[in-house]
């Protein structure tokens, strides 16, 4: 790891680290501080990355009837494959041929979120377990938790509400200290790393670069939208529709088969 400084003086406190950070892991941690310029900023996926549902596409059971609720048809929802899509693009790929436009999606996009927690609350809240954690989910997400290089925010096609209270149902929560941004934002997954990463910047008053964020996901659309932003792609191979080669195509920086090894994550996160 680099432990020198090359950053200026409104970055930085006087022995060369972060200021204006809410670095809660520093004091008292085993590892060294860190300069701004060696933070690194991880955007995390949810669903195939660090949580799967019990059942294949059980996320249609809240999500068709919210549309049918809202727009009074779910379209072609219930024969879609959404893996990497947005929530928000999801309902226009449904309805794309049912009349309805990004502008009336778009228009009641608050009617949605309310409806979509409504559902989400109804089958989830039922006593049965809905999601459960992928392999060393936990374990990978206290390694970085605990390292002041690293930081992470939830970078996800989920609407913001719904993110949360997924982190919540699997008890992850206290893990994403940062804002991030969420499925309901844009259509298109490529937005998402750009609104996160300006909010990071704001929240922690530093000037952070596109290649300082770290995304972390299973799907080809994670890759993408971390190239697209400048940021570097960490991509793991949990996802229940693409194959080691299929996230190959998109040039990763890195390759996981899976969270389950701690130190294999650090290692890799360390040369990015």
Known sequence: MKLNSDEDEN?????????????????GSRFPRVSTSDLRILFWDIDGTLIRSVRTDAFKDYTIPVLEAVFGTSGRLAEMRVSGMTDLQIVVEALRHEGFTHVHIRDRVEELRTRYME?????TGNGEQFFYLLPGVEEALEAVHAHPRYQSAL?????????????????????????????????????????????????LGIDLKPSQFIVIGDTPNDIDCAHHFGARAVAVGTGRLYSRDDLLKHNPDALLPDLSDPDQLLTILDTL
């Open 155 to 203: 970078v996800t096609g989920n609407i913001e509400p719904a993110a949360y209270l997924k982190m919540e149902l699997v008890g992850l929560s206290r893990f994403f200290t940062l804002p991030g941004s969420f499925g309901d934002e844009s259509h298109d997954r490529r937005d998402l790393p750009a609104l996160a990463a300006d909010r990071i910047r704001r929240y």
């Open 11 to 27: 970055s930085e406190g006087v022995d060369g680290t972060v200021t204006g950070a809410p670095l809660s892991s520093i004091s």
């Open 119 to 123: 559902e989400m609350h109804r089958v």
